[in-house]
């Protein structure tokens, strides 16, 4: 009898050992795994610069439609302003958001060919200019305050993606943060292409004899 319990005793140790060397990998799909992977609140981070990307995009847009105005402009400015208004009106669609700040970039980019050619502003001009110097610079400036919100969502975003393992997740994250990930990539470049812009409104504005004192202290 003794000699059976310990045969068993040694059999039983040698399985252990066995099973110790020869243990299988855990299924990086399982449910240890899952644990790991982000919790979702990086979909939280993206619905709050989401608010402020369409905030301050909706100002500029806006801004805009008046330099559209004081260049006779007229359906380029209507469709600012309607831009402006979707934007501002709450809860903007994706599309809408990313329609936004191409149309934002392309504007600016319109605009500031006729700042830069500096010519001369005729009279009904100069007063729609006089009105959208102000505003102009407070929405690039505004717009401009994006840029670390952006970065910070970026880091948390690309962190986020390099976690996430398992690969159904990974797809569905990627579409779910598109927005985000496009607003990243774009707006820092129409945060300088802005900037550019409303430096050069300024100097056509006073090369005009527009009053811009209250534009001079606004950073850009």
Request: charged share 25%.
């Amino acid at each position: 009898m003794k000699k059976y319990l310990l045969t068993l005793a040694i059999l039983i140790g040698f399985n252990g050992v066995i099973s110790a060397q020869f243990k299988l990998p855990s299924n990086p799909l399982s449910s240890s795994s899952e644990k790991s992977e982000p919790s979702g609140d990086i979909n939280a981070s993206q619905e709050a610069l989401m608010s402020m990307v369409a905030e301050a995009i909706g100002d500029t847009l806006a801004a805009q439609a008046l330099i559209a105005e004081a260049q006779g402009k007229a359906e380029l400015a209507a469709t600012l302003n309607n831009t402006s208004s979707k934007l501002k009106g709450g809860d903007p669609s994706n599309d809408d958001i990313k329609g936004a700040v191409l149309l934002t970039k392309d504007t600016a980019a319109e605009q500031k060919e006729v700042f830069s050619a500096g010519e001369a502003m005729s009279g009904g001009s100069k007063a729609l200019y006089g009105k959208a110097v102000l505003p102009y610079i407070k929405a690039v400036a505004k717009t401009a305050k994006l840029k670390d919100p952006i970065s910070n969502f970026m880091k948390d975003a690309q962190s986020t993606l390099k976690t996430t393992k398992n690969p159904m997740k990974l797809t569905k994250l990627k579409k779910t943060l598109d927005t985000g990930l496009f607003v990243g990539k774009n707006v820092p470049k129409l945060i300088i292409s802005l900037g550019t812009s409303a430096k050069d409104l300024m100097s056509f504005a006073k090369k005009n004899d527009l009053d811009t004192s209250g534009a001079d202290d606004i950073e850009l």
